[in-house]
């Protein structure tokens, strides 16, 4: 298994302002995920984050508003920017393994006023 | 593409009754299963996969899975369920080609003594 954190684990921010969320794992993979999780709702996910290269969005979610850095093999982070109160979600990175079990982080709750 | 459905929003059931949770998907190519739980403010946890060989698949906490390619269903049962069992539980699929996870909207078990 992986073991996975994120940083913050919760945040209250302001309209118009940006966060910075951090995923950082204990072993080396090459897979990793960001995923949204509305109030009440399923995980939706945001993009693909590669490593030297930049992430892969799905359909609805864009580089300007979610951009991703993947510096290394363990660490990802995801930039929520320009944030209004639509963006209150749970915020979780996960990673796979080679058969595409995936290991979830706590997840970033946030609320944005 | 794939989609995952799960009938039940919510599914109430006393203690140490059986429950069955029902997870049906639809995808034009060979998949992986998996049922995932979500305790109330954490992370997702994996509760069990289906990757090949045996249709009944065993888990964590008692529960287990039987993957019915015919009727595309992938139904997570437990014989008796505990308080403790409360919980979000979400079923996902991935293609036996790729790691994206697609999810289903998630089934709150609720169990009263």
């Known amino acids: 298994s992986a073991v996975i954190s994120q940083k913050p684990s919760r945040d209250i921010c302001q309209r118009g302002t940006s966060l910075t969320i951090q995923c950082q794992v204990d072993?080396?993979?090459?897979?990793m995920f960001w995923y949204r999780q509305q109030p009440g709702q399923s995980l939706t996910l945001i993009a693909t984050?590669?490593?030297?290269?930049?992430?892969?969005?799905e359909s609805g979610f864009v580089i300007d508003k979610f951009p991703i850095s993947r510096p290394n093999l363990t660490f990802s982070t995801l930039t929520v920017s320009n944030m209004s109160p639509e963006d209150s979600s749970i915020y979780l990175c996960?990673?796979?393994?080679?058969?595409?079990?995936?290991?979830f982080g706590p997840g970033t709750r946030l609320t944005v006023l | 593409a794939q989609s995952v459905t799960q009938l039940d929003s919510q599914v109430p059931v006393f203690e140490e009754a059986p429950v069955e949770l029902r997870c049906n998907y639809s995808?034009?190519?060979?998949?992986?299963l998996f049922w995932y739980v979500q305790y109330p403010n954490q992370g997702l946890q994996l509760l069990l996969k289906y990757l090949s060989g045996s249709t009944l698949v065993k888990g964590i906490n008692g529960f287990e899975a039987e993957f019915n390619k015919s009727q595309t269903s992938f139904h997570l049962r437990k014989p008796s369920v505990h308080i403790s069992d409360t919980a979000e539980y979400f079923c996902?699929?991935?293609?036996?080609?790729?790691?994206?996870?697609?999810f289903g909207g998630g089934t709150r078990l609720m169990v009263k003594p």
């Open positions: 984050a590669n490593q030297g290269s930049e992430a892969t969005y």
């Open positions: 995808s034009s190519v060979s998949v992986y």
């Open positions: 996902a699929v991935s293609q036996t080609t790729g790691n994206m996870l697609t």
């Open positions: 996960s990673v796979a393994r080679s058969d595409n079990e995936q290991f």
């Open positions: 072993s080396q993979v090459t897979m």
